[in-house]
T-cell receptor, first 112, second 114 residues
Framework: DAKTTQPNSMESNEEEPVHLPCNHSTISGTDYIHWYRQLPSQGPEYVIHGLTSNVNNRMASLAIAEDRKSSTLILHRATLRDAAVYYCIRRNYGGSQGNLIFGKGTKLSVKP | ETGVTQTPRHLVMGMTNKKSLKCEQHLGHNAMYWYKQSAKKPLELMFVYSLEERVENNSVPSRFSPECPNSSHLFLHLHTLQPEDSALYLC?????????????FGPGTRLLVL
């Protein structure tokens, strides 16, 4: 059970920002939100993660709602290379297991 | 390049064949994983190895047999597979099994069972 809910697909235009939503209404206090993406014909790759505060890195930004029941992955300027399936994953830091539980993710299409 | 390589990239085998998938990581990690990605289904964790010891087997049929001879190499031995086993098999590694450690994935082996 992935325990997160994401839209099946989204479309974006090249050079425009993309906001990918994720719902995790049953999140616990020790759960981090991780995002991975899977480009066509490749394995998944790490994008970003966070707990309570908004996070930025060279790939994306992560905005986490104040009640932590939802979050949004932000790609500031989508490129054709950002077309991929994006997975929002809860990871419990309170446990010792590092397993990733993948859901179906959101398939992002980027139009030129 | 993620530092995790998998061979072969593509494999076609009959149901009576025996084949092996190979994964190698060049990251100095201590944990390695096998995942299965079937069409229209989420990635499923199959096996987890930590310091060369199998620590998790997620109800995988015995026709799949993993082997981890050292911390850099992971194999998946296949025998008497079924057509429904056709899928993308992904290997991943992480520094250790602690929650929060980033996993690095290989490109996968696309398997077709005839």
């Amino acid at each position: 059970d992935a325990k997160t809910t994401q839209p099946n697909s989204m479309e974006s235009n090249e050079e425009e920002p993309v906001h990918l939503p994720c719902n995790h209404s049953t999140i616990s206090g020790t759960d981090y939100i991780h995002w991975y993406r899977q480009l066509p014909s490749q394995g998944p790759e790490y994008v970003i993660h966070g707990l309570t505060s908004n996070v930025n890195n060279r790939m994306a930004s992560l905005a986490i709602a104040e009640d932590r029941k939802s979050s949004t992955l932000i790609l500031h300027r989508a490129t054709l290379r950002d077309a991929a399936v994006y997975y929002c994953i809860r990871r419990n830091y309170g446990g010792s297991q590092g397993n990733l539980i993948f859901g179906k993710g959101t398939k992002l299409s980027v139009k030129p | 390049e993620t530092g995790v390589t998998q061979t072969p990239r593509h494999l076609v085998m009959g149901m009576t064949n025996k084949k092996s998938l190979k994964c190698e990581q060049h990251l100095g990690h201590n944990a390695m994983y096998w995942y299965k990605q079937s069409a229209k289904k989420p990635l499923e964790l199959m096996f987890v190895y930590s310091l060369e010891e199998r620590v998790e087997n997620n109800s995988v049929p015995s026709r799949f047999s993993p082997e981890c001879p050292n911390s850099s190499h992971l194999f998946l031995h296949l025998h008497t597979l079924q057509p429904e086993d056709s899928a993308l098999y992904l290997c991943a590694s992480s520094q250790d099994r602690r929650a929060g450690e980033t996993q690095y994935f290989g490109p996968g082996t696309r398997l077709l069972v005839l």
